[in-house]
């Protein structure tokens, strides 16, 4: 067994035939697989070629893979930062929306109070013709009755107007 393991150093054990192993005589290894010093380093080179070429491709894809996750937090972190931005837009927006209602509804009812005095102010030159004529009527109602006399009140003759005719008879 000594005597194969150093004819097979230089060979990897996963391309040793599992034959290869046992200690048999009849058992002997093809001339492919026998370790001469140009097979061998041949072999080895391109092995290690093999193997040099996996690595740089694993060491790329690992690269690649560490730039995506870098990619993926940062698109999640600016994700996060756009729902945080979206969420105070909707809450400035429903402010906005709110205190636009309020200023459409006080707007209303400046609008009907502006309209109701313009109303008013319109009516105030009649309003005022109307309370001189009123005021008129009344001072001379007032400066009427004292100047003047009735005789009857209801067609009856008052007691003022008997006594004055009998007083002015005697």
Do not use: W
Request: proline share 4%; aromatic share 2%; with cysteine.
């Amino acid at each position: 067994m000594k005597a194969q393991s150093t004819h097979t150093k230089g060979l990897l054990k996963e391309n040793i035939p599992p034959a290869a192993t046992v200690s048999s005589p009849e058992l002997t290894l093809p001339d492919a697989i026998l370790p001469t010093s140009k097979n061998f380093h041949v072999r080895y080179r391109n092995e290690r070629r093999c193997y040099k070429r996996t690595r740089s491709h694993v060491e790329m894809l690992e690269a690649s893979l560490q730039e995506a996750q870098l990619a993926v937090v940062g698109a999640a972190s600016q994700a996060r930062a756009d729902q945080q931005s979206l969420t105070a837009a909707q809450t400035s927006l429903t402010a906005a929306k709110s205190e636009a209602k309020h200023l459409r509804e006080r707007n209303e009812i400046l609008t009907k109070r502006n309209h109701a005095l313009g109303m008013r102010v319109s009516r105030a030159p009649l309003q005022k013709a109307h309370a001189v004529k009123k005021a008129t009527a009344r001072t001379i109602a007032q400066t009427t009755k004292h100047t003047t006399f009735a005789l009857k009140n209801k067609n009856i003759i008052t007691d003022t107007v008997r006594q004055g005719c009998d007083g002015a008879g005697n």
